[in-house]
């Protein structure tokens, strides 16, 4: 089932009068994972944050996002702000600034739940706590009553994955999770994903400028050049043989940084 | 030839009404670093590792312990030898002036050296910098550029040629890499290789991705909660005892791709 499809979309900023993304197709299929690779100032984000509806004013689009047999792009405010959060949520890259450093996380939590889903608090109390229980969180009691900054990148990572779990989009935006975390919390956040694909479902537009992490999650993969798509196609084979002479410069550096690393693995492990 | 032994750092932190008590950053930092190694400091953030670089940049002073460089002790090695030991931090936006041209920007540790006789050294400084432009690769009309007009890798390289003209022996490249794309990154890790060489340049590379280290380093050491957990030849890394180590070892996510066989056709 096709859960999200982009038709020929541009987006232009304004003010400069440059095209940051031009004529980008795509489609999303329920219950799969897209990754959306290329180095930064390549239009990633910007294409998803159109998705979403959170561009600046000054951001114009033009193109089709189809969403629910309809195309969103041509909905009032008032329509994309009842997708955000409940239909389309979004993890972003730097957990550290995305909470609010005054309240602890378990008001934040709730705070969102009461919104969003109109329940009584207590009911909040009791989702926020069960889904930090699934985020593996050793102590949830513990994390609900502290302050963002009284956890680490991984945890806040894990913390607004919760966040979104419970309020069960249909899609799950992606941008960057992994970047602004070392390498245990990395794999720690990248194996929550991979929990929350096997155990709900959720259709995942993973962005990330990592292919390591690609590889391991999703099972589409677009590449995006200078507000391009340049080369799309499932994950095996596009990393296997990729044909832009982008994508084979992304891999080749890639391979580049692991090879020594693997090749150390591999004599070790004999 | 640089020698540690069992540093120590604490800052003050003050909590409760009457406590002044101290918080212990490093507790017990121990390594040598022979010159034309490469030793890889690796650790999670809050381990320490920042704190260890500014101390051995003599930024900051330390509590107990000692430091030795070519047998002396660190603050007279650090007088007698102005700039010869260097830094590349992560941040590349705030470690500029973002006010200068690169040209003021590369020129300014020359300045700050040489200080008055700057007005002879002019055509020197020139021939310098150009050679230094050449080495990172990039283009001499860059030099009369703002730093916002250049990419994040452009910038890194500028600070990398800002941090060689004044010929270091040591170089401490704090997270250098971190906050570039990993395709940059490999580039930057590429021409930090080639400078080694040509510039007898010792390194001190301090990250937390074990990948760019293993890329890099022929030494590492593993940093954790102010102490050195262990060091190790960095071909050896899967013999680690400690098992913060091993996990260390196992949570990163290598790529795979059967675009390996094509590879040495592309870049011939």
């Not at chain 1, 541009?10 to 180095?39: H, M, P, Y």
């Not at chain 2, 590349?92 to 002036?97: G, M, P, Q």
Request: charged share 25%; net charge neutral; proline share 3%.
């Amino acid at each position: 089932m096709l859960l999200l499809s982009v038709n020929k979309l541009n987006i232009r900023d304004q003010k400069t009068g440059k095209t940051i993304v031009r004529d980008a197709s795509f489609a999303v299929q329920a219950n799969t994972c897209l990754g959306i690779v290329g180095e930064s100032g390549s239009g990633k984000s910007m294409t998803v944050r159109e998705i979403l509806g959170v561009n600046p004013r000054w951001i114009q689009s033009d193109g089709e996002i189809w969403f629910e047999d309809r195309d969103i792009l041509q909905d009032d405010e008032k329509q994309r702000r009842a997708l955000r959060g409940r239909k389309i949520s979004m993890i972003l890259q730097d957990a550290m600034t995305a909470f609010n450093p005054i309240e602890k996380m378990g008001y934040q939590m709730r705070q969102t739940f009461v919104q969003v889903l109109k329940v009584t608090k207590k009911e909040a109390e009791r989702l926020s706590l069960d889904s930090l229980r699934t985020m593996n969180f050793s102590d949830p009691v513990a994390v609900y009553k502290s302050y963002p900054h009284e956890l680490s990148g991984g945890m806040l990572q894990r913390c607004m994955i919760a966040i979104a779990l419970v309020l069960k989009p249909s899609l799950i935006i992606a941008d960057e999770p992994t970047t602004a975390l070392d390498s245990i919390n990395q794999l720690e956040v990248v194996k929550q994903f991979q929990y929350l694909k096997e155990l709900t479902g959720t259709t995942l537009i993973l962005i990330s400028h990592d292919l390591g992490v690609v590889q391991r999650l999703a099972d589409h993969v677009i590449v995006m050049k200078d507000g391009e798509i340049v080369e799309d196609g499932t994950v095996a084979n596009v990393f296997n043989e990729p044909q832009h002479p982008y994508t084979q410069y992304l891999v080749n550096t890639r391979l580049q940084l692991s090879d020594s690393y693997v090749k150390t693995l591999q004599a070790g492990g004999v | 030839m640089i020698q540690v032994e069992h540093l120590q750092k604490s800052y003050k932190s003050s909590r409760g009404f009457w406590g002044r008590s101290r918080q212990d950053v490093l507790t017990d930092v121990s390594f040598h670093l022979n010159d034309g190694d490469c030793l890889g400091i690796v650790g999670e953030s809050g381990s320490g590792k920042s704190t260890l670089s500014r101390i051995l940049l003599g930024l900051e002073a330390y509590d107990g312990g000692s430091i030795r460089i070519d047998g002396l002790p660190h603050h007279k090695w650090i007088k007698q030898n102005k700039g010869k030991f260097s830094v590349v931090f992560q941040d590349y936006r705030t470690s500029v002036n973002p006010n200068w041209t690169i040209r003021q920007i590369v020129e300014e540790p020359l300045r700050m050296l040489h200080g008055g006789e700057q007005k002879q050294k002019q055509t020197s400084n020139e021939s310098l910098i150009a050679e230094l432009m050449e080495r990172v690769q990039l283009p001499m009309e860059y030099l009369d550029k703002y730093p916002h007009e250049l990419s994040g890798g452009q910038l890194q390289r500028i600070c990398i040629a800002r941090a060689l003209t004044t010929r270091p022996r040591y170089l401490i490249l704090d997270e250098a890499i971190s906050s570039l794309d990993v395709s940059v990154q490999s580039q930057i890790l590429t021409l930090l290789k080639e400078l080694q060489a040509d510039f007898q340049l010792t390194y001190l590379f301090i990250a937390h991705d074990l990948q760019a280290v293993a890329y890099l380093c022929n030494r590492l050491a593993f940093l954790r909660d102010g102490v050195i957990l262990e060091e190790l030849d960095c071909n050896h890394y899967t013999c680690a005892k400690s098992e913060y180590v091993n996990q260390l070892v196992s949570s990163v996510l290598p790529f795979e791709s059967g675009f390996t066989r094509t590879r040495e056709g592309l870049t011939s």
